[in-house]
């Protein structure tokens, strides 16, 4: 049997001992950082936790440009985002934003192409009932469509849906160079948000069918608040630092533009002037011609 004092524990001088006190310690002051006011809510709206995360880990890493992988994470989302991204976009809640909710996890660009696809065509078969159904009954009438309405309509709604974002991307660039508290979206991001906010003119442009000009302007002001508050909502917080006039102007120009888009579709493709048709001309036996009009 093994003596006394040879089952007492020793102790090694030359050990490494660790201070259970450094933890807690630092969980404390990471607590009280995170007591901050303000300080968590910007920085789950800025991704700066994640993003320091992902850094460190050397997870984050991007493709080269020219390859097909770094395209391909532009798509990389699957049905149930994109359905959850467009019932946010049509039922926007107050004080909520749509990046933070929505897109800042992963933007893609699928949703606003397909999005800005299906409006299109939309738009344009929609315009071409709307004119049907108009003169609809003349004699003089033949129905011949328009498809010129097509390319229009596409050159219109993707250029506001690419070079409206890419211009409010670098003013946000510009201004954060300027103010240190600005918050800052990425050019994806902007366009994301964009993209989702004319799903609500869909299922508007459809209803323009109606050959009331008071339903389809009605339809049109409660689509514009729709989507434009899905814009205000999501870059207010980026611009409420800045100058007080600053702010209010790109808040102001951001809705003008949108409400402009959406005048523009309703008085070009389907509030269109009535064409005067020719009257048909009938030849009688004395040489003369009778011209019939026709209202």
Not at 101 to 127: H, K, Q
Not at 162 to 177: C, D, E, K
Request: glycine share 4%; hydrophobic share 45%; charged share 20%.
């Amino acid at each position: 049997m093994a003596a006394v004092d040879d089952l007492k524990f020793r102790a090694n001088p030359d050990a490494t001992t660790i201070s259970i006190d450094e933890p807690a310690e630092a969980h404390k002051n990471q607590h009280s950082r995170r007591q901050e006011p303000g300080r968590e809510e910007d920085d789950e709206l800025l991704g700066n936790e994640s993003d320091k995360t992902e850094l460190l880990a050397g997870q984050k890493k991007s493709a080269p440009f020219w390859t097909f992988e770094y395209y391909q994470t532009f798509f990389d989302v699957d049905t149930y985002q994109v359905l959850d991204r467009i019932k946010g976009s049509v039922f926007p809640v107050p004080g909520r934003n749509f990046v933070r909710l929505y897109v800042r996890s992963n933007p893609d660009l699928y949703g606003p192409f397909w999005i800005c696809a299906t409006l299109v065509f939309a738009i344009a078969v929609s315009g071409n009932l709307s004119n049907f159904f108009i003169h609809l009954g003349r004699p003089t009438y033949h129905y011949v469509p328009e498809f010129r309405k097509v390319s229009i309509a596409a050159t219109t709604i993707y250029a506001y849906a690419w070079l409206v974002p890419l211009a409010l991307w670098g003013f946000l660039m510009w201004r954060n160079s300027k103010v240190m508290n600005i918050v800052s979206y990425s050019f994806l991001e902007i366009v994301c948000v964009y993209g989702y906010s004319l799903f609500v003119y869909i299922p508007t442009a459809i209803l323009w069918i109606i050959p009331h000009k008071v339903v389809r302007w009605v339809l049109m002001v409660f689509s514009l608040c729709l989507s434009g508050s899905v814009l205000v909502m999501t870059f207010w917080p980026a611009v409420r630092d800045d100058n007080r006039r600053i702010a209010l102007a790109t808040v102001g120009t951001i809705v003008l533009l949108h409400a402009l888009l959406a005048v523009g579709c309703l008085a070009y493709f389907f509030d269109a002037p009535e064409v005067d048709f020719p009257a048909p001309v009938l030849p009688t036996h004395n040489g003369t011609t009778l011209i019939t009009k026709v209202k």
